[in-house]
């Protein structure tokens, strides 16, 4: 991952814990983010759902067991042939071996549930099915090619259950030119989609299916919608794919080009649906607006996701828009995968929880890299955030494993209250947003895993308290004076792990004394370039901390199970290392061959070396 790996991090955070990983026993009390849950009203400017509060879930079958079941697609691949019944397609005539499909002109209505094999062309023409049969209808297209003028060429109107099945070796394609509901009385009346079925949709398959979009959405399923497999390429005026009720995608390959959202699940009347699941699959995806977008719970079991949002990280989109990379107004949950985003507001979205256990996650963002209005709980993956306006946000915090990096223009990571969803126009330092801090109390939790943050406002900033119990902290702090690399309203107990941060000096903070774990901060008379190395050296001249800063310093902050009280120090700066990480931590022991900069001996939890000018704790 980028800008440093698993590995190397975690040797760095093996090496410098070896001489001491018994030296101290330190409290954890909040082992994991239930003991942490934030619980508000989150509210989305871009629904109209009403206001919910949900409690965080760690899992997706968590998740899943509050929702709605998917229609059963597993005979969607079994039929008799003896009984399937062959319509051909063209212009001229159109034939057809069963009493239950009726001709006119070239529209073909389906009244009865069956196997129905479709071949050949329409220039203008559709296919509909209209029955009240409780069976399966299955709509096998073996090289179709179909355009309607006038409404849906595939029009699903009437059904207990429909599959699509893409036939072995085919390519088929799809087109329309208006949105035939622009002229609906009602809703419910007429197509909003190329493929349009208000009944359960499923589509499998090893084919292929072409949808040019050209009045509204690619594909709709205004009950549920299901894809299990096949080669789907979608070009909309508005939405990809649609699943009213849910939309669940277990596998093919998916490119999505939408002016509209990706995917989208939007039944906001009942809490069980309107959900998201991805449990595989290969999706590109360029959308003007969300890439996608829940209104209750987004679900990603694994797959391999490419998304663009409304233009990318460096876009401006509209007041009213919303051009996030995956959203969700209930749980975001990311079970594993390989995502990549690149959204013009946020790349991942909860207007309530976020939970990532797994998966390579690369992100660019024109607002924050990850944002939940009440919960953020990291239990594992590799997320770097390569551009971001603020790198993580939410109320509650809690980084329980896994390997992360970030940029931000402001804040690192932003524990506070306010409705993140509320951002619009969008872009990188345009984050016009509302970030009014509503009355309440915000923590962020670090107890594993690594946190690298390159900040150019405050580092870790929490409006409200921060507790490390364990894990790897640096921060490449601000470099101006009204922020800091530490800033925190509440308190910061310290009680575990290994914490550098560099920056400022105006607002520089240290840990507080209800720490367990030793901390100095140093204080520099004048700023310290870039890239020049400090080193803090036992009274055996081993190093216990090697690292070089990003930008300029004037302040640093050191805390590790190495750093003891009633043992004096010296600290190095300058000299040469053998290796170089990205991260800016080295794993090397060895006197770089530095200036002594000043001495200190280690006589309280925190201890102040140099002239401080940041705010007292």
């Not at 899943?64 to 063209?90: C, R």
């Not at 809703?187 to 949808?211: F, M, Q, R, V």
């Not at 081993?542 to 050191?558: D, E, G, N, W």
Request: glycine share 12%; net charge negative; charged share 15%.
């Amino acid at each position: 991952m980028k800008p440093f790996t698993r590995a190397l991090i975690t040797s760095m955070l093996v090496a410098i814990l070896a001489a001491c990983a018994n030296s101290q026993t330190t409290s954890n009390s909040n082992p994991t983010s239930s003991n942490s849950q934030a619980v508000v009203s989150a509210t989305s400017a871009t629904t109209t759902s009403p206001t919910v509060v949900v409690p965080t879930v760690e899992s997706i079958d968590e998740a899943l067991a509050t929702k709605a079941t998917p229609h059963d697609t597993s005979a969607d691949l079994a039929w008799d042939t003896a009984e399937l019944v062959e319509i051909k397609l063209s212009d001229s005539t159109i034939t057809a071996s069963s009493p239950n499909v009726k001709v006119e002109g070239t529209t073909v209505t389906i009244s009865a549930a069956g196997t129905y094999q479709l071949s050949g062309s329409l220039s203008d023409g559709q296919i509909i099915v209209d029955t009240t049969d409780n069976d399966l209808v299955r709509l096998i297209l073996n090289g179709v090619t179909i355009h309607s003028s006038t409404s849906a060429p595939i029009a699903i109107m009437q059904a207990e259950q429909v599959a699509v099945i893409l036939a072995d070796g085919s390519q088929n394609t799809l087109s329309d030119t208006i949105d035939a509901s622009a002229n609906a009385t009602t809703e419910e009346d007429l197509p909003n989609a190329t493929l349009y079925s208000k009944a359960d949709l499923a589509i499998d398959g090893t084919g292929s299916l072409t949808i040019q979009a050209n009045g509204n959405d690619g594909i709709t399923g205004k009950d549920g919608l299901v894809i299990n497999s096949g080669t789907i390429d979608i070009s909309a005026v508005d939405d990809g794919l649609r699943g009213k009720d849910y939309l669940v995608v277990n596998g093919g390959t998916i490119s999505i080009n939408a002016q509209g959202d990706g995917l989208t699940a939007d039944n906001e009347e009942d809490p069980t649906k309107g959900y998201i699941s991805i449990t595989g699959g290969t999706f590109t995806i360029n959308a003007g607006g969300d890439g996608l977008s829940a209104v209750t719970d987004l679900l990603i079991d694994t797959g391999d996701l490419t998304i663009s949002a409304g233009g990318g990280s460096s876009a401006s989109v509209s007041a009213d828009a919303s051009a996030k990379g995956l959203k969700a107004g209930q749980n975001l949950v990311i079970a594993d995968g390989t995502i990549t985003i690149d959204a013009a507001e946020d790349a991942l979205h909860s207007d309530s929880n976020v939970t990532i256990n797994a998966g390579t996650i690369n992100l660019a963002a024109g607002d924050d890299g990850v944002h939940a209005d009440a919960n953020l709980t990291i239990n594992g993956g590799d997320l770097a955030i390569s551009t971001s306006y603020e790198g993580l946000e939410s109320a509650v915090i809690t980084i329980n494993d896994g390997a992360i990096s970030l940029v931000a223009q402001d804040d690192g990571v932003n524990v506070a209250g306010g409705d993140g969803s509320s951002m619009q126009g969008g872009g990188m330092g345009r984050p016009n947003r509302n970030d009014s801090f509503a009355a309440g109390t915000y923590f962020l939790y670090i107890n594993g895993g690594t946190l690298v943050v390159n900040a150019a406002g405050d580092g870790l900033d929490a409006n409200g308290s921060i507790e490390m119990n364990g894990g790897l902290v640096l921060v490449h702090g601000p470099t101006e004076q009204m922020n800091g690399a530490l800033d925190y309203d509440g308190g910061f107990a310290l009680n575990g792990g290994i914490l550098v941060a560099t920056g400022s000096a105006g607002m520089a903070q240290a840990p507080d004394t209800s720490s367990t774990q030793a901390s100095v901060l140093i204080n520099y008379s004048s700023a310290q370039a870039a890239g020049n190395l400090v080193q803090i050296l036992d009274q055996s001249g081993k190093a216990i901390v090697s690292f070089t800063p990003s930008k300029q310093y004037q302040t640093l902050v050191f805390s590790s199970p190495e750093l003891q009280q009633g043992a004096s120090y010296t600290i190095n700066s300058g000299g040469s290392l053998q290796t170089h990480s990205a991260s800016g931590l080295s794993s090397e022991t060895a006197n770089a061959g530095g200036t002594a900069y000043a001495s200190f001996s280690v006589s309280d939890i925190v201890t102040q070396v140099g002239q401080r000018m940041g705010r007292q704790r």
